[in-house]
Structures are given as structure tokens and as C-alpha cells.
């Protein structure tokens, strides 16, 4: 909506269910994800992949451990310079990949970028103002693609450094599980804002390890998505944590809804532990959600660990 709103723009909204898009395309609204918010007229709603076969650029929207299976599908039937800009946040199960990573594997020669930073689906759809980044290798193919994408609510800040900005949207839905859980638990709002800051020096030495650039962590797609999503309760990974920290079980916590962060912790300390990078408040949800710790414990861990200089 928003990039159709941005230039008139045609958008093809491909789908996999040919009746949910049957149906949008009569409504005219996503009546199960944003009830309420009207497609703008460029969007056309479709179940057929050819409609793809002209787009120059291509948002993948679908949760990060799809990516391998719906790129597999899709990238044979795009025009060879496609952009395809990546829009999850998350690290693969089962191989650790950054989806970066994974696109590079599954559709070789693409030009890739990574869409990310603080950014709520529902308000970016309601026009409400939303700033994020746009990162690919190559820079003026980011600064063309930001700026075709920005509206006049929606600004896309462009930059070089995708694993950086990848680094940020992964791993913030990690941090913001332990937030969700802190509150949840009744730990106060001194403990959330400790916990954000530690998380925030746990992302830098992370994207440092990892050869992303500190600064890009330290922009909208890094601090700007941790603050976002540890101090808000619309956040479905802050929601997970919470209701974990108020006692409900691993299967009631997501309340049916996708929380990345849960499915992409234990890739993230795999990853820390490999370049030697301590990532303690990961390690405690990572912990948390393999059952191999228990809320409290994990509490005391962080509470006991040695004193040492901050920076
Ligand atoms: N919702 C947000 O506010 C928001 C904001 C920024 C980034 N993201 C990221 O975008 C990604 C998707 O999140 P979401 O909120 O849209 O999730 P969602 O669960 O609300 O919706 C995902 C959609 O993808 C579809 N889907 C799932 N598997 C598919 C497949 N194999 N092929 C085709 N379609 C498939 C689902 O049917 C669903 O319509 C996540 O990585 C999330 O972190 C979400
Ligand atoms: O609801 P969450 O926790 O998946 O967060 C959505 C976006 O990533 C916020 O930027």
C-alpha cells in the first residue's frame, strides 16, 4: 500500500491463496491482517506468480523461515534484474543463514537489499508517519529503490550495509522476547530499560563480529527497532515474552500469532558463539525457549554475572 502510494504506482500483490486474493481483490481490504484499511487503487491482488513476471522490484513479506521455499518458487519467474528486497527478520533454522544469504544461494545474480527498521504493519498501512532503512551492497541501486518506495508518512533512509541492517531485525525480536518477559514477570521499568541497553551493546558486538558496520546499529534498523519493539506491547515478540513471563507455556505465548524472534534465537547465539561474541540476554531467551532454563534462573544468571566495565 505504501509503495503504491508513494507514485501512483501499479503494485501486484501476489498471495499463495487464489480465494484470499479473489477476495481482496472484491473487498478491496486484507480484512483478516488490517481490517479497516482500504488497498490503494494501484494494488492489484493475485494468486498467479506470472503477474509477478514484470515487477522491477519485489518485496518478499513472508515470515523469515518461508523465505528459502517462496524465493525457490518465485525467482525462475521474475525478470533477471529484479530487485528483490527482503522485508523479514530472522535467521534461518536448521543452516543459521542471514536470509541474505539464503537469497544469494537460491536466486544467484540478484540484486538483493534488506527493508528494515521500526516499522508496525498497522501503522505504516494507516498512513501514520514511519521511518525505515533500505540497505543493499549496491548503494545507488538502495538510494533508487528508497526513494521510489517513500510517501509522504513513509521515509526510506538508504544505505550500503545489509548485514547490518539484517543483523538489527533479526536479532531485535530476540531482545524484545527477554523485554516482553521482564515486564511480564513484574520486573519494572528500570530492569526493561537495563535490559534494552545491554541488548543494544550485545547488537554492536554482534554486528561487529559479523562484519556489519556498528553505525547502521545504531539507526532505525538497530536502536531504533529494539526501542520499538521492547517497549511496546503491539509487538508480537514483546507480547510473547510477556505472557511467558506471566507464567503461560511455550504453546500458549505466541497467542497464534508469528513471533520471529522465538524461532530465530537459538540461530543468533549459534551464530555469537561461533565468533566468539557473548550475547548473555540472548542466551537467556535462547535458553528459555529450549526449556533448558527456567524464567527465574535465567533472572538470576543475568543478575549474578560479574561485575565489569561498562564499555
Ligand atoms: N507485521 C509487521 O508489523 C511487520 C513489520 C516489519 C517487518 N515484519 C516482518 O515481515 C515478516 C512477515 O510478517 P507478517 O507480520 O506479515 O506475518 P504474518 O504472519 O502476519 O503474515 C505472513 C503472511 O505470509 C503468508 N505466508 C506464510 N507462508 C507463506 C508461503 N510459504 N508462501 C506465501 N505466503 C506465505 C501468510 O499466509 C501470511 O499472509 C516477518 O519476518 C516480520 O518480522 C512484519
Ligand atoms: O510485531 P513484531 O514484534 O513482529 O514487530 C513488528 C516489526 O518488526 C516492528 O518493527
Known sequence: NAAAAAAARPVVLWMRDPEAAAAMA?????????????????????ADVADLAESEA????????????????????????????????????????????????????????V????????????????????????????AA????????????????????????????NVLAIACGAAIGRGLGESARAALVARSFAELMRFARAWDARPETLMGLSG????VLS??????????????LGRGASLAEASGGKLAEGALTAQGLVALARRRGVEMPVAEAVAGLLSGTLGLDAAIADLLGRPLRAEI
Not at 116 to 135: I, K
Not at 223 to 226: K, S
Open 115 to 142: 527493508l528494515s527498521g521500526p516499522s508496525f504493519a498497522a501503522d505504516v498501512a494507516r498512513g501514520l508517519p514511519t521511518a525505515v532503512t533500505l540497505a543493499s551492497r549496491d548503494g545507488a541501486l538502495a
Open 230 to 243: 521492547a517497549a511496546s506491547a503491539q509487538s508480537r515478540n514483546f507480547a510473547f515474552g510477556e505472557r
Open 26 to 46: 472484491r473487498t478491496r481490504e486484507n480484512e483478516r491482517h488490517l481490517p479497516g484499511v482500504t488497498l490503494q487503487p494501484g494494488v492489484r491482488p493475485t
Open 58 to 113: 519485489v518485496l518478499v513479506v513472508t515470515p523469515a523461515q518461508t523465505l528459502r521455499g517462496v524465493l525457490t518458487a518465485l525467482a525462475p519467474r521474475l525478470r533477471p534484474d529484479a530487485a528483490l528486497i527482503l522485508c523479514a527478520k530472522g535467521i534461518e533454522r536448521g543452516t543459521d543463514a542471514f536470509l541474505t544469504d539464503v537469497a544469494a544461494e537460491v536466486a544467484p545474480g540478484a540484486s538483493v537489499a
Open 145 to 172: 529503490l528508497a526513494a521510489a518506495l517513500s510517501g509522504p508518512t513513509f521515509r526510506v533512509y538508504h544505505g550500503s550495509d545489509p548485514r547490518g541492517v539484517e543483523i538489527g531485525g533479526a536479532a531485535k
Open 223 to 226: 536502536l531504533g527497532d529494539l
